[in-house]
């Protein structure tokens, strides 16, 4: 069954400290793995997407690692800011039909 | 260029009730997803649609129904509502849709509370 799990399940850090959000699958075949962040009540907004071939991806201050060998990806916040107070959702697709697996997301707290 | 536009944005209905969601893609995006969205659940995928056909659809009962129309945008109708169906439902639209590599714009949601 395809799976995606992300952890933890949330965490508070410091404004202006840095942090990693894991995310593993057992999606197969592998497609694609994609990051969004979701402010409350909003909608996902994308932050990356990887192929198989992409090691590592950034949109700003955000750094996404792939490793699809052990089939773990990362998201890596650097300096991070209030407006990083967030849900971020790891989701893979692949499988049959190239469908997307969604995980439970990371709840992030940044307090000042 | 306009995102993905969800009306009505919060609805309150009674059980029993029905509800209609709409939709409105990107433009030039064919396939729209449905998600519904709970604390407890995460994202729970309804179904996608691909120039007015349901191409997917995930495990929900048939309360749950959708149509696109020929211009993309899409309707989802909930109908003998139950409290359980409290939710944000998510709307989100692509070029190809499923998971192929194209970035997947979601809408701002409709707030659905059944009481």
């Known amino acids: 069954k395809n799976q995606v799990e992300q952890s933890p399940q949330s965490l508070i850090i410091l404004e202006g400290k840095n942090c990693t959000l894991q995310c593993n699958y057992t999606v197969s075949p592998f497609s694609n793995l994609r990051w969004y962040k979701q402010d409350t009540g909003r909608g996902p907004v994308s932050l990356t997407i990887m192929t198989f071939s992409e090691n590592t991806k950034s949109n700003g201050r955000y750094t996404a690692t792939l490793d699809a060998d052990t089939k773990q990806s990362s998201l890596h916040i650097t300096a991070s800011q209030l407006s990083d107070s967030a849900s971020y959702i790891c989701?893979?697709?692949?499988?049959?039909?190239?469908?997307?697996?969604f995980g439970g997301g990371t709840r992030v707290l940044v307090k000042p | 260029k306009a995102g993905v536009t969800q009306t009505p944005r919060y609805l309150i209905k009674t059980r029993g009730q029905q509800v209609t969601l709409s939709c409105s893609p990107i433009s030039g995006h064919r396939s729209v997803s449905w998600y519904q969205q709970t604390p407890g659940q995460g994202l729970q995928f309804l179904f996608e649609?691909?120039?007015?056909?349901?191409?997917n659809k995930g495990n929900f009962p048939g309360r749950f129904s959708g149509r696109q129309f020929s211009n993309s945008r899409s309707e989802m109708n909930v109908s003998t509502l139950e409290l359980g169906d409290s939710a944000l439902y998510l709307c989100?639209?692509?070029?190809?849709?499923?998971?192929?590599?194209?970035?997947?714009?979601f809408g701002e949601g409709s707030w659905l509370t059944v009481v």
């Open positions: 989100a639209s692509s070029l190809a849709g499923r998971g192929f590599g194209n970035t997947i714009y």
């Open positions: 989701v893979v697709s692949g499988g049959a039909g190239n469908k997307l697996t």
């Open positions: 649609y691909f120039s007015e056909t349901q191409r």
